[in-house]
């Protein structure tokens, strides 16, 4: 299976800045997703990235708040923009994987803390 | 998106029995499931996908689909310590994993 590398891995940043988060997958992935799990809850996903056009956001998440750039097959970032602490949460990665038939890979996560 | 209900709260299983947990779905059109392992602190790690009505096993794991009935099943026998987490179920369509709430699993030694 794919092997994602998140960084950071966590990080505490104060209200009204920005944190970008990158992911570098060991292989070439047509699309990538960002999820976020809020403390005690399940995963939601934020938004799609395919390389080579704009990512597509899931219902409740806008591209100014959550940018992303998906410059080639095996990298992406993901920016938490103007930061609240509502936006406290773990931030995942994930790639699809055919041979599980399409399930998904996580990388390890980072998690925000926004003081 | 498509919903995925896992509506069972904290399951607490003796070492060495089997934890049974389950999950349903809406769109009949769902064609593949899985379930998720989740570690404290870890991020989810695949252990089971299915496709197809009825069971398939892995190990001590065993998932089961009824797209009768949609739901989708996944048995652990002779659980261990090692087992205690949140089991998270998913279903894809367009491309898109939808995850339940997750059930927590504590195996008692």
């Known amino acids: 299976s794919a092997v994602i590398s998140q960084k950071p891995s966590r990080d505490i940043c104060q209200r009204g800045t920005s944190l970008t988060i990158q992911c570098q997958v060991d292989s070439q992935v047509t699309m990538m997703f960002w999820y976020r799990q809020q403390p005690g809850q399940s995963l939601t996903l934020i938004a799609t990235?395919?390389?080579?056009?704009?990512?597509?956001?899931e219902s409740g998440f806008v591209i100014d708040k959550f940018p992303i750039s998906r410059p080639n097959l095996t990298f992406s970032t993901l920016t938490v923009s103007n930061m609240s602490p509502e936006d406290s949460s773990i931030y995942l990665c994930?790639?699809?994987?055919?041979?599980?038939?399409?399930?998904?890979?996580f990388g390890s996560g980072t998690r925000l803390t926004v003081v | 998106q498509k919903e995925v209900e896992q509506n069972s709260g904290p399951l607490s299983v003796p070492e060495g029995a089997i934890a049974s947990l389950n999950c349903t779905y809406s769109d009949r059109g769902s064609q593949s499931f899985f379930w998720y392992r989740q570690y404290s602190g870890k991020s989810p790690e695949l252990i089971m996908f299915i496709y197809s009505n009825g069971d398939k096993e892995d190990g001590r794991f065993t998932a089961q689909l009824n797209k009768a009935s949609q739901y989708v099943s996944l048995l652990i026998r002779d659980s261990q310590p090692s087992d205690s987490a949140t089991y998270l179920c998913a279903e894809i369509g367009n491309n898109r994993l939808a995850f339940g709430k997750g059930n927590q699993v504590v195996v008692i030694p």
């Open positions: 994930s790639v699809e994987e055919f041979e599980v038939h399409y399930g998904y890979t």
């Open positions: 990235a395919n390389q080579g056009s704009e990512a597509t956001y």
